[in-house]
């Protein structure tokens, strides 16, 4: 699949790759000066291949508290809240954003590998509520602006108050003569926005950005940047740190579990019964160069003992840096671990995360 900025991306030179089913941009001259551009500067990205899906109705609230983890219920008009999809086990079937537009309107946006089970499951659990479920997510593109020079380069293109819009918030806008929803969220750990607009409207509007941004700095950003940004900000990645085997308890998100909520959800019983989790989401530093990747063994002594789920030498750090599931005991900062990297065992330190803080 190809999202409605693929064209403009082939333009930039930018090197694609498949992600969930989608060709997208993973980098498009230097994915370094990328993830530099966006701490420093800004980034401008292409996330249209992310699900949107609308609640609508009397019951999308009390809809969502039961389909989702979280008590979406108390999530006022104009403000978003990060959640979860859990199986009846626990284990989690996605991490999301859930956007409260309304009195009686959502919009849950979902990763692109899991928005057809999104989709279906909402459609499945808001059964019996007073509530419709539409999928928005082939007619909606989604453009992120990320860095400390967001707002700046947004500020002129709209008459919205950026001053006043509040990190994980949103608000109708006209950007550049666009109507759409802007949000101050992302997931690179910097300040920044996202723009879901209608998707035929999205190669006018990324050029209008591109061109503002020209003179702050800013840089497209392809995904690989966008991977060691969000690891940088300890930030989990679904199929790394989260999957279905796992319960949020595991990567250590329990706070975002609401067993005290009125009524019941699904998944509630078994993470009521959960207990203490058998591994936790650990952060790694390490030295030299050398860097633990994806699915690399975690040592303690001799013995193995956890997994590395992400890694990659830091760009913004000048250090390696990993997360890894380990055992509770081997949990706190200070505590020397190691990794079998291709062979050669390398030290590392449990560190608390994230790594890195604006």
């Known amino acids: 699949m190809k999202t409605p900025l693929h064209d403009v991306h082939a333009e930039l030179g930018a090197s694609f790759t498949d992600f969930a089913g989608w060709q997208m941009p993973v980098r498009y001259t230097s994915e370094l000066a990328e993830h530099r551009a966006v701490r420093e500067a800004a980034g401008l990205f292409d ?31 104009g403000r978003a809240r990060y959640t979860m999809l859990c199986a009846p086990d ?24 899991n928005a057809a089970v999104v989709s279906r499951e909402l459609t499945a659990r808001a ?15 989604l453009i992120a602006v990320q860095g400390p020079n967001a707002a700046a380069i947004l500020g002129p293109l709209t008459d919205a108050d950026l001053t006043g819009l509040k990190y994980y918030a949103s608000m109708p806008a006209t950007v550049s003569g666009h109507e759409l929803l802007l949000a101050r969220t992302g997931y690179t750990g910097e300040d920044g926005f996202e723009l879901f607009l209608p998707a035929a409207e999205a ?30 900000a300890g930030m989990p990645l679904y199929g790394n740190e989260l999957g279905p085997e796992l319960t949020p308890f595991h990567a250590n998100l329990g706070r975002v ?95 608390a995360l994230p790594f890195y803080q604006r």
Do not use: Q
Not at 56 to 70: E, N, S, Y
Not at 127 to 141: H, K, L, N, P, Y
Not at 211 to 216: L, P, S, T, V
């Open 47 to 77: 996330l249209s291949h992310m699900g949107e899906i609308e609640l609508t109705g009397p019951g999308a609230a009390a809809a969502l508290d039961h389909a989702f983890v979280g008590r979406l219920s108390a999530v006022t008009p």
């Open 90 to 113: 626990g284990g989690v079937l996605d991490d999301l954003v859930v956007y409260r537009l309304a009195e009686e309107r959502y919009l849950v946006v979902a990763n692109a590998g």
């Open 127 to 141: 059964e019996g509520f007073e509530a419709e479920v539409t999928d928005r997510s082939a007619e909606t593109a």
């Open 203 to 232: 190669p006018a509007l990324w050029r209008k950005l591109a061109a503002a941004g020209r003179e702050h700095g800013l840089l497209p950003a392809g995904l690989a940047c966008r991977d060691t940004l969000r690891l940088e």
């Open 257 to 351: 579990v609401k067993l005290d909520k009125p009524g019941d959800f699904v998944g509630k019983v078994a993470l009521e019964r959960a207990g203490d989790p058998d591994r936790v989401l650990v952060g790694l530093k390490g030295s030299g160069r050398r860097a633990p990747r994806h699915g690399y063994r975690v040592l303690h002594g001799d013995d193995a003992v956890g997994e590395v789920t992400s890694g990659a030498l830091s760009p913004t750090l000048g250090y390696p840096i990993a997360m890894a599931y380990v055992p509770p005991a081997l949990r706190e900062p200070g505590t020397a671990l190691s990794v079998d990297i291709r062979g050669r065992v390398e030290p590392v330190e449990v560190v």
